[in-house]
């Protein structure tokens, strides 16, 4: 069986990458954690892990500086096209994101992209809606539980080591 093929859809910019480089760590019907480098050269990033929740609507990342420290926790909201027949998964960046920083503050950014997408047609009603839908069930889990029950399938195989 070939192995899982991950694409990233972006609107904003208009972009399709395929994410080669990333290697999966587990994956299950409705989960998928991932180790990475970034793409492109940043100076406040090199690296970090990712949870796709397939079935929620959202992307959790671990962003790493280059001295290995948290620089922040990344909330995608997301939805997927898988195709059977080439056995790739799209994952498509439904604009809205959430930073959640060491120091425990929160921020929800890109609010302004989601609404010039919805408004050059970039994106259609039914997207628009359940990007926000998503947003609310993940800001929602966030203030209650915060951000350590969605972390933990990242956190878990960190703490399991390379082996694992």
């Given at each position: 069986m070939n192995s899982l093929t991950l694409l990233r859809k972006r609107f904003i910019p208009d972009e399709c990458v395929e994410?080669?480089?990333d290697v999966i760590l587990k994956r299950t019907d409705t989960m998928i954690v991932t180790k990475w480098k970034t793409i492109?050269?940043?100076c406040d990033l090199?690296?970090?892990?990712s949870c796709y929740y397939l079935d929620r609507?959202?992307?959790?990342?671990k962003f790493i500086k280059s001295d290995g420290s948290l620089l922040c926790w990344y909330c995608d909201i997301i939805t997927y096209e898988y195709d059977e027949e080439k056995n790739s998964l799209l994952v498509i960046d439904l604009l809205a994101d959430?930073?959640?920083?060491?120091?425990g503050r929160i921020r929800v950014v890109d609010l302004d992209e989601l609404s010039e997408a919805f408004e050059k047609r970039l994106i259609d009603e039914t997207l628009?809606?359940?990007s926000l839908l998503s947003l609310n069930r993940l800001l929602g889990e966030i203030y209650s539980d915060g951000i350590e029950p969605l972390a933990a399938p990242i956190e878990e195989l960190i703490a399991a080591g390379p082996n694992a």
């Open positions: 994410l080669k480089d492109r050269d940043r090199s690296s970090g892990y609507g959202y992307k959790i990342s959430v930073k959640i920083y060491p120091d628009l809606k359940k």
